[in-house]
């Protein structure tokens, strides 16, 4: 297939108008991000904040002395069980 040079239009060279429109919507649009970013961060504080407060409330609530399983360390106790040989197994 081939493209004859009629279909192709040169592109036209951007005007000084619009390139101060477009300077002015990009600064728009960078403020927006940056009011969303901010946004968007405050609200992770928070949460991360009502988390923090709310596993403290927890650690105060259980009994001394009790630590909770993690995942992790229930991992580990199990891999270490299955390392270790069976009595009479030489």
Do not use: C, W
Request: proline content about 8%.
């Amino acid at each position: 297939m081939n493209k004859t040079t009629g279909d192709i239009q040169p592109s036209q060279p951007i005007t000084r108008v619009e390139r101060e429109a477009r300077k002015a919507f990009r600064q728009v649009e960078a403020k927006q991000a940056i009011t969303d970013h901010d946004a968007a961060r405050k609200a992770f504080a928070k949460n991360y904040e009502r988390l923090k407060a709310e596993r403290a409330a927890r650690e105060a609530a259980s009994p001394p002395g009790i630590k909770t399983k993690t995942k992790s360390r229930v991992a580990a106790k199990n891999l270490k069980k299955a390392r270790i040989p069976p009595p009479g197994f030489t």
